[in-house]
């Protein structure tokens, strides 16, 4: 795997985490959560770990 070719993949999976619906869910976050900003940016984080890990399995699946 080259950097340039995981730089992308990085750089989707932040693009993808950051759709209309994980929007909406951090918005109701910030108005329902007792803490919200850390809520709302562990919610965004994890959600762009989740695309990002799932991005590289399913590179890796396919390369094998």
Not at 39 to 53: H, I, L, N, S
Request: glycine share 10%; net charge positive; proline share 2%.
């Amino acid at each position: 795997m080259t950097v340039g070719l995981l730089l992308t993949l990085v750089g989707l999976a932040l693009l993808d985490s950051v759709n209309v619906s994980t929007i909406w869910i951090v918005v109701v976050i910030l108005l329902a959560a007792k803490r919200p900003a850390a809520t709302g940016w562990a919610y965004a984080v994890g959600a762009f770990v989740t695309f990002g890990t799932f991005t590289l399995l399913l590179y890796f699946g396919l390369n094998a």
